[in-house]
T-cell receptor, first 113, second 113 residues
Framework: DTGVSQNPRHKITKRGQNVTFRCDPI?????LYWYRQTLGQGPEFLTY????????KSRLLSDRFSAERPKGSFSTLEIQRTEQGDSAMYLC???????????FGDGTRLSIL | AQSVTQLGSHVSVSEGALVLLRCNYS??????LFWYVQYPNQGLQLLLK??????LVKGINGFEAEFKKSETSFHLTKPSAHMSDAAEYFC???????????FGKGTKLTVNP
């Protein structure tokens, strides 16, 4: 069990640029989740995959956000035309079942200049 | 809709003192409940989970939590605080069958020498 891996750990970009984050889940976990955490708040659900299928998306996920999990393994989260309000920690988690705990990575911290 | 309320955004205790972090939830069906801990610039680590098997749940690092349906509470306790317990703690609910976790806003625990 090597844990959930997220890259990069930090991303600094200018407003209007596109950014992409990667998440590698625990190898036998078929469920993968993305959350966003802003300062002083708990994580908020963004989207969820079961294998390669994206089965649920939060209304927080505007049309500037897109997530993929092409082969049911790693996932990417892309934000287009970044805005100041996108500054946050983006957390990825994985699990084997809806009733099992979600295991979190260390997150990608996005800062918009 | 599910929600989680954590009373007290900051809790300060002396080393060796009792730790009590409060969590109340709302859910229309029996929930699954979790406590996670987050150290600075890291992801969330699972402390313990309640999945209806027993109302008193023991977790890692000496923490435990008691599920009280009549009070819709799931408070986290530790008999004797250690300096290494200083971190932010999040309570989360997952309604059976739902994939997403709903988190509280977190409680930052400070342990004074």
């Amino acid at each position: 069990d090597t844990g959930v891996s997220q890259n990069p750990r930090h991303k600094i970009t200018k407003r209007g640029q596109n950014v992409t984050f990667r998440c590698d889940p625990i190898s036998e976990h078929n469920r993968l989740y993305w959350y966003r955490q802003t300062l002083g708040q708990g994580p908020e659900f963004l989207t969820y995959f079961q294998n390669e299928a994206q089965l649920e998306k939060s209304r927080l996920l505007s049309d500037r956000f897109s997530a993929e999990r092409p082969k049911g393994s790693f996932s990417t989260l892309e934000i287009q035309r970044t805005e100041q309000g996108d500054s946050a920690m983006y957390l990825c988690a994985s699990s084997t079942d809806s009733n099992q705990p979600q295991h979190f990575g260390d997150g990608t911290r996005l800062s918009i200049l | 809709a599910q929600s989680v309320t954590q009373l007290g955004s900051h809790v300060s205790v002396s080393e060796g003192a009792l730790v009590l972090l409060r969590c109340n939830y709302s859910s229309s069906v029996p929930p699954y409940l979790f406590w996670y801990v987050q150290y600075p610039n890291q992801g969330l680590q699972l402390l313990l989970k309640y999945t209806s098997a027993a109302t008193l749940v023991k977790g890692i690092n000496g923490f435990e939590a008691e599920f009280k349906k009549s009070e819709t509470s799931f408070h986290l306790t530790k008999p004797s605080a250690h300096m290494s317990d200083a971190a932010e703690y999040f309570c989360a609910v997952n309604q059976g069958g739902s994939e997403k976790l709903v988190f509280g806003k977190g409680t930052k625990l400070t342990v004074n020498p």
